[in-house]
């Protein structure tokens, strides 16, 4: 019987994988850079961040997801009013006047860093890779950025997490340990003041996860992942303003996932926002501007799914800095990131 187990769950992890096999994030319209490389260098300043996704409280040996990321410009060319320029000391670049006369960035090249780690039970995933874009300069106050991913992933399996009744049993004889593939990225990315708009593409490359060496067992693989997104910037007044978004996400085998989120944003110094991921969660979100070097936000989940009797939600924080920020403000980032 406990052959039967421990091989129906070796199965189960190596079959042909119609499953979303990355992580999930609710904050991602603070920092889309993890979904799109296509933002790489979209900025004047090193935009770093580091974050810590909890998923399902309550249950036992539920995902945790921890990232860090960073990406810069590899350009000087600051123009008057546009992503990468400098303002007026005290100016506001979230504020209505100053995205009035916002102009176009001129082309320059990004690239970036990230490193993810997730974790579900007895299995885990570390992705880490770097990114480039080249950001266009179109007509009047638009950008459009091509950027690609190129990186690694290891997929690991704890043996000694799965109990068992006797030390050694033949059902983990031929169970490799950890795996490494190669993996690839690309994402575009069209901008302007007031909008975004994205679509990206993660595991492109067809590769198999072999955790099971026995040949009675198939080999499970990496599908894609599919993201379109889009946001656009309403001013309420000239401190406040509201940021209405949307994001499309579809993975091989599994229905397509839409989050509808809103954020409102008070003088570019703190921020809150709620999201609802169909079928799944409601979100509250709240985040703050430090001067012009760190950023904190915070989002809590709450799980709409049958999850929810057993579960009292997810919990996810980022910390981020703004290194060699030119920006004299609370935060040189724009609020639609």
């Known amino acids: 019987m406990l052959f ?29 850079y993890l979904l799109n490389p ?16 909890s998923q399902w409280a309550g249950i036992e040996n539920a995902p945790k997801t921890s990232f860090l990321s960073a990406h810069w410009n590899l350009s000087d060319n600051y123009l008057w009013r546009n992503p990468l320029s400098l303002p007026e000391k005290g100016d506001d670049p979230q504020s209505r006047s100053y995205t009035q006369n ?32 080249y950001h266009l300069q179109l007509s009047g106050m638009n950008n459009l950025a091509v950027g690609i991913y190129a990186g690694v992933s290891r997929i690991t399996l704890d043996l000694s997490a799965i109990k068992l009744e006797t030390a050694i049993d033949p059902a983990l004889a031929s169970t490799a340990s950890s795996q490494f593939n190669p993996d690839l990225g690309m994402g575009l990315w069209f901008y302007g003041a007031r909008f975004f708009a994205g679509m990206s593409v993660q595991q492109i490359l067809p590769q198999k996860f072999v955790l099971d ?9 990496a599908v894609p992942h599919l993201f379109l997104t889009s946001g656009y910037k309403l001013f309420i007044d000239e401190q406040i303003s509201a940021v209405p978004s949307f994001m499309l996400k579809r993975v091989e085998g599994l229905p397509v996932s839409l989050d509808a989120n809103i954020k409102f944003d008070y003088k570019d110094k703190i921020w809150i926002g709620g999201s609802y991921r ?13 001067k012009n070097v760190v950023n904190l936000t915070y989002a809590y989940d709450l799980t709409t799914s049958a999850l929810n009797t057993i579960s009292s939600g997810s919990h996810e924080i980022v910390l981020g800095f703004q290194l060699n920020n030119a920006y004299q403000v609370f935060s040189g980032g724009r609020s639609w990131r």
């Open 4 to 32: 039967r187990y421990i091989s129906c769950f070796l199965f189960i992890i190596t079959i042909p994988a119609f499953s979303q096999q990355r992580p999930q994030y609710t904050q991602y319209i603070f920092n889309n």
């Open 38 to 53: 296509a933002l790489s260098g979209i900025e004047n300043y090193m935009d770093v961040k580091v974050g810590h996704r």
């Open 102 to 133: 916002y102009m176009s960035s001129p082309a320059h090249h990004g690239m970036g860093v990230m490193a993810v780690s997730d974790k579900a039970g007895p299995i885990s995933r570390f992705d880490a890779g770097i990114t480039y874009a």
């Open 213 to 221: 060496n026995s040949a009675n067992l198939e080999a499970g693989k």
């Open 278 to 290: 169909k079928s799944d969660s409601f979100s509250a979100m709240l985040g703050f501007n430090f």
